[in-house]
Every structure is written in C-alpha cells, then in structure tokens.
T-cell receptor, first 110, second 113 residues
C-alpha cells in the first residue's frame, strides 16, 4: 500500500515567516508533486519533481520554492508567508500515471 | 496550458439511482484521465482512470467513458449508496508520467436516502 505522509496536519504561521512543508513517500516513486486546494478552485499544481535535485514549475509557482535532496522526500518552502497562501497543501507521488496523495497540511497565515 | 471544465458543481441523486459527472479538456495531446474521490477531511483517492487508447473502463459500480474527438470524459456511478457522497475531481495529464495533473474544480455528489 502506497504511503505518503506530510509533516503536519495543521500549521499556523505569521506573515513574513519562512515555512517548510515536508512530504515523504515510502514507495520509491520517481515523481513527486505539491498542490494547493482551495474551495471552488480544485487542486492546482505548484511544483513537481521527477528526480532527485530536479524540479519543475507547475501552474502557480510564485511565492514558493521546493527542495528534493532525497528520492523519498519533497519539501515545499514559502520564503515569506503571506495571507493569500492560507490553504490546504497536498503532496502526491507517482511511479507512472496514477498519483497518490498525502493527508494534507492546512496552513493558516495570520 | 490545459483547461479542464467539470460539471455539475453539485449533484444530488436518490440512493439507488445513477450519477454522471462530465469533464471537458482543451489539449488534444492529453493522454491520461483519472478520477479522484475526496471525502470530507480526507485526502483525494484515485478511484478509476483511463488512457487515451481506450474508450471505456469499468470497475464494479463505476465506469469512465472517453470521447477523444469531442475532448470529453465522464464518470458514471450506478446504484448509488450513501458512502458515495463525496467531492469528485476529474483530472487530465498531458505529457509523460512525470508531469503534474490539471484538475477540474470538483463535483459535490450528495446521495439522498
């Protein structure tokens, strides 16, 4: 069974803080993804990675960066958190086609 | 980029009836079409998918149909049950397996007892 875990279920941060969201998968998947989910907007792709140290921008990368130092771990970084980054953040991984999601981190920026 | 439209945004059906959710996409090069179910407070779960070389796929009470010419695909749920209540998302994949998905905005399916 695929297991994708995220470091926190809930997180509250202040405007301007640097925020790290961690994602770990245990299935040796090549590909990992970060999405944000907002009501009425569905899931939108922020960044993805198809290999260690490789990263590609998704549809809404502004204000975010990522790090993939190890195959199983993919981190999303908010360099200077802003209130419009309050959202549910979902990590996913895949080997070929179907993506498997983590439980999500609900981030609130005050 | 790819544009995915999903309808309806809310669907209410009587228990035991069928439900159909439709999605259209814009890029004719898209080649993989998964459907996800998300129950309240839980992660999206892949429930069925179809690739561009297949027109229909079934798994027990759920089926997906794809019309590549018209660039639309649909999720069909028969004999609906209370546990089918959830938000359903369609998604489209344009390139190889490494690329991300473009999602529809979701359909809230409500099963009325």
């Amino acid at each position: 069974d695929v297991k994708v875990t995220q470091s926190s279920r809930y997180l509250v941060k202040r405007t301007g803080e640097k925020v790290f969201l961690e994602c770990v998968q245990d299935m040796d998947h090549e590909n990992m993804f970060w999405y944000r989910q907002d009501p009425g907007l569905g899931l939108r792709l922020i960044y993805f990675s198809y290999d260690v140290k490789m990263k590609e921008k998704g549809d809404i990368p502004e204000g975010y960066s990522v790090s993939r130092e190890k195959k199983e771990r993919f981190s999303l970084i908010l360099e200077s958190a802003s209130t419009n980054q309050t959202s549910m953040y979902l990590c996913a991984s895949s080997f070929e086609w179907g993506q498997y999601f983590g439980p999500g981190t609900r981030l609130t920026v005050l | 980029g790819e544009n995915v439209e999903q309808h309806p945004s809310t669907l209410s059906v009587q228990e035991g009836d069928s439900a159909v959710i439709k999605c259209t996409y814009s890029d004719s090069a898209s080649n993989y079409f998964p459907w996800y179910k998300q129950e309240l407070g839980k992660r999206p779960q892949l429930i069925i998918d179809i690739r561009s070389n297949v027109g229909e796929k079934k798994d027990q009470r759920i089926a997906v149909t794809l019309n590549k010419t018209a660039k639309h695909f649909s999720l069909h749920i028969t004999e609906t049950q209370p546990e089918d209540s959830a938000v359903y998302f369609c998604a489209v994949h344009q390139g190889g397996g490494a690329d991300g998905l473009t999602f529809g905005k979701g359909t809230h399916l409500i099963i009325q007892p």
